[in-house]
């Protein structure tokens, strides 16, 4: 007589639905304030904490997707050599990057992609920090020479979102060449006379700190991101001495000089577009160098949409 339950039962739970696919995810519990929060609510917010601030880590899709105005385009990346090294530890590289790959569903740390920011062109780069921990190898310096080589072309500023553990090691020294090949990469656009233009957020540590994450023209971060290069533990060990309250995070860092400014997710985008504007067409300000600027009309329009001919390689 078990029919029933062959037969009969899975019958019914198609017939009706599987009570167990209601998804358990409907709220989410804040790491800092441990205050519970509904999805609807954390998405409305973009991912920050509607009780206490905290401010969630997020995916590279979605940073561009806040950042970007509707429309934006991501960009093909060249391919970089997968395991130079045929590293191994207790698995193979090779197996651990094609996990990820399948996991986030991109080939590597970073996305670029190009679009307006409050009507003003930008090219932007944006690490994933679930791929394996935001690590740099080839890859990800591959994604940074195209975003740079693309605002060059796009005659557009270059953003890059940072989020990374630092150097990606099972690739060993093809890793560290990554932070001058980045360095270069970076400065193409400033001789570019481009805004490049970098925007901490948590945490970013290691060879991305040590290399183009500090190099920009504006250093922006988001509010408590923990930003340093060797990890707070390392540091108390090598100098013996208890490090001060804050140490390492984005308001302590502003404090000290390090950065320019600590700006909240909700207005990064108005922020980012009002320093694009105030950077390219400083000429249209009210107080500016008005005077010996060229009229605005003799200049190519900034805003303008990308010519098809300004469009990136497929
Ligand atoms: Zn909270």
């Not at 969630?56 to 991501?74: K, M, N, S």
């Amino acid at each position: 007589m078990n029919w029933i339950s062959e037969w009969a039962l899975p019958k019914i739970k198609t017939l009706f639905g599987n009570p167990r696919e209601v998804p358990d995810n409907l709220w989410h519990k804040c790491p800092a304030c441990e205050q519970m929060v509904f999805h609807r609510d954390l998405e409305r917010a973009l991912h920050v904490c509607t009780n206490c601030g905290h401010h969630w880590r997020i995916g590279a899709r979605q940073r561009l997707d806040y950042t970007f105005d509707p429309g934006w385009q991501r960009i093909e990346l060249p391919k970089a050599p997968a395991d130079p090294l045929r590293f191994r530890d207790q698995r193979r590289y090779g197996d651990r990057l094609k996990e990820a790959q399948t996991k986030i569903g991109q080939e590597d740390a970073v996305l670029v992609a190009h679009g307006t920011v409050e009507g003003r062109r930008a090219v932007c780069a944006a690490f994933e920090f679930a791929f394996m921990g935001g690590s740099m190898g080839a890859g990800v310096g591959e994604a940074i020479v195209s975003a740079a080589r693309l605002a060059v072309l796009q005659e557009a500023p270059l953003v890059v979102f940072t989020a990374s553990g630092g150097a990606r090691m099972q690739e060993g020294a093809v890793s560290l060449m990554q932070m001058p090949r980045t360095v270069i990469a970076t400065r193409m656009v400033k001789e570019a006379g481009l805004p490049f233009i970098v925007v901490l957020t948590d945490p970013t540590t290691g060879g991305v700190t040590a290399s183009f994450a500090m190099l920009g023209d504006i250093q922006i971060a988001e509010p408590g991101a923990l930003i340093g290069f060797a990890g707070a533990r390392v540091i108390e060990q090598t100098v013996r001495e208890k490090l001060p309250e804050g140490f390492q995070r984005a308001e302590y860092l502003l404090e000290h000089g390090i950065l320019d400014m600590v700006v909240k997710r909700g207005e990064m985008r108005a922020t980012l577009a009002r320093l694009i504007g105030l950077l390219r067409t400083p000429e249209l300000l009210p107080e500016g160098p008005a005077a010996t600027a060229p009229a605005p009309a003799a200049l190519p329009a900034p805003e303008a949409p990308v010519p098809a001919a300004a469009a990136p390689p497929a």
